[in-house]
């Protein structure tokens, strides 16, 4: 890996669950029709009348401690660029080991090449030193944030330093690098 560890964190202050980012993401990445790489998810807490709804635009959490990446039989899931984790199709026979063994429910099998597929936070475009991926490009109100948490001044860094933030299911031990910032 290059020394980099790309993250990415929504804004559940200011996401307003539009659905642009999935969007973005099925055009990008030609997603086929019925299936997601990522998805928006509202959850309410609280007592009426004192509730609260919380929306977070959820996908993959890249995580640092991948159970997809450890489960695969043929090592078609491993770490690319930055920790990023990724599927090689080339590798995969769709046993669905990593589906399974995904605490959040980020991965499908492709219809059309029986491989499985999901978010790569648009691993293509951070080859190509494209700084931003696809969801975060189209976000109205520039709820995500996309970079790489070892540059103690990229705005991802910056986001997590100086706002509280939670991840889903720290308990899984996962590690995610998909924050949640409130």
């Not at 059309?112 to 475009?125: I, L, Q």
């Not at 951070?126 to 991926?133: F, I, L």
């Not at 330093?161 to 889903?168: K, Q």
Request: charged share 20%; aromatic share 6%; with cysteine.
């Amino acid at each position: 890996m290059s020394g980099k560890r790309y993250a990415m964190a929504v804004d559940t202050r200011t996401c307003v669950g539009c659905s642009a980012c999935v969007i973005a993401c099925k055009t990008e990445n030609a997603v086929p029709r019925g299936f997601a790489r990522d998805w928006i998810t509202t959850e309410t807490n609280g007592t009426f009348p004192s509730l609260q709804m919380v929306i977070r635009s959820e996908r993959c959490n890249h995580c640092e401690n991948a159970p997809c990446v450890t489960s695969c039989p043929t090592g078609a899931s491993h770490y690319g660029p930055g920790g990023i984790v990724l599927v090689n199709k080339a590798k995969c026979t769709g046993c669905k080991a990593c589906i399974a063994s995904c605490p959040y429910g980020a991965r499908f099998v492709d219809p059309a090449s029986g491989t499985v597929d999901k978010c790569t936070f648009c691993v293509h475009r951070v080859e190509h030193g494209v700084a931003t991926t696809a969801c975060q490009d189209v976000c109205p109100t520039s709820s995500i944030v996309f970079g790489d948490l070892n540059d103690p001044n990229s705005e991802i860094a910056e986001a997590l330093r100086t706002r509280p933030s939670e991840t889903l299911l720290p308990e899984a031990g996962t590690e995610p690098r998909h924050y949640f910032l409130r």
